[in-house]
């Protein structure tokens, strides 16, 4: 590999800075490996989104991207892209694309109670994709689903330093007992990268006792497939790892002390 295969980036994408959970799990897999974060703030939010408006702005979008920075790789860090937009955005591009996909699998196989709760947008947690994992992996588990457009701007606001209103996670909790079987639940699925920045919210809010409730989410596993495509290929760093946004957007200088906790030490728009 010469110096310019290996100082391309991975590219990790999302609506907003969700991602940043795949990011952390990436960056303990490939320390080495420089790193494109894309937000797409001018679509954000994702998840109240039609179908139709998501297949047609992402597989465009990252072709853009993947122009102007010329990844090795792309990792669509965001559940409701994935399931809408993964297989046309595989079809566009000429390189590896690695999705995020609702992790009802291992949940199926850590529940004692055989009730899981899938908490997502409501654009994931419509999707016939659900339908076919819950069918191919959890077939016999009461599967209770709930999505939220509100725990997502809670995500986004805790990391830009604020404090969510808990009555966000006790809404979310509530939604899940009231459901047949929502008393036993002892797993959920964190079907948006954006819900494991508030794990320890929703931990509290669905208790009685917290400590046995399982929260299961894709990050580990996305960066395990990363590393294997990557697998003896060389990187150098040749600039600082940077978040790209597709508007300007002040915002984000608040945010600035945790894009460097993820190792993003610079910002620019495309």
């Known amino acids: 590999m010469d110096i310019s295969q290996?100082?391309?980036?991975?590219?990790?994408?999302?609506?907003?800075?969700?991602?940043?959970?795949?990011?952390?799990a990436v960056r303990r897999e490939l320390p080495d490996a420089p790193v494109v974060y894309a937000a797409d703030n001018a679509g954000y939010p994702y998840g109240t989104k039609s179908e139709a408006q998501i297949a047609t702005r992402i597989p465009a979008l990252l072709g853009r991207l993947v122009e102007r920075y010329r990844p090795r790789l792309v990792v669509i860090a965001c559940n409701t892209a994935s399931t809408i937009a993964l297989e046309d955005v595989r079809a566009a591009l000429d390189?590896?694309?690695?999705?995020?996909?609702?992790?009802?699998k291992p949940a199926a196989k850590l529940t004692e109670s055989g009730v899981i709760g899938l908490l997502g947008t409501e654009a994931t947690v419509r999707q016939a994709y659900v339908d076919a994992l819950a069918q191919d992996f959890a077939n016999g588990c009461i599967l209770l689903r709930h999505g939220s457009a509100e725990l997502v701007a809670a995500a986004e606001e805790k990391l830009h330093g604020g404090t969510p209103d808990p009555a966000v996670f006790e809404r979310i909790a509530s939604a899940f007992r009231q459901q047949p079987g929502g008393?036993?639940?002892?797993?959920?699925?964190?079907?948006?990268?954006?819900?494991?920045?508030?794990?320890?919210?929703?931990r509290a809010a669905l208790g009685p006792d917290p400590r046995r409730m399982r929260f299961?989410?894709?990050?580990?596993g996305i960066a395990r497939r990363v590393a294997h495509l990557l697998e003896g290929q060389?990187?150098?760093?040749?600039?600082?790892?940077r978040l790209v946004l597709t508007a300007p957007d002040e915002r984000f200088s608040a945010l600035e002390p945790a894009l460097a906790r993820y190792g993003?030490?610079?910002?620019e728009t495309l």
């Open 6 to 24: 290996a100082t391309a980036p991975i590219l990790l994408f999302d609506s907003g800075v969700g991602g940043l959970s795949v990011l952390e």
């Open 264 to 267: 993003l030490e610079a910002c």
């Open 216 to 220: 299961v989410h894709g990050a580990e």
């Open 183 to 202: 008393e036993r639940m002892d797993t959920v699925v964190l079907a948006c990268t954006h819900f494991p920045l508030v794990e320890d919210e929703l």
């Open 234 to 241: 060389s990187f150098t760093r040749d600039r600082p790892d």
């Open 95 to 104: 390189l590896p694309v690695v999705g995020t996909v609702p992790a009802i």
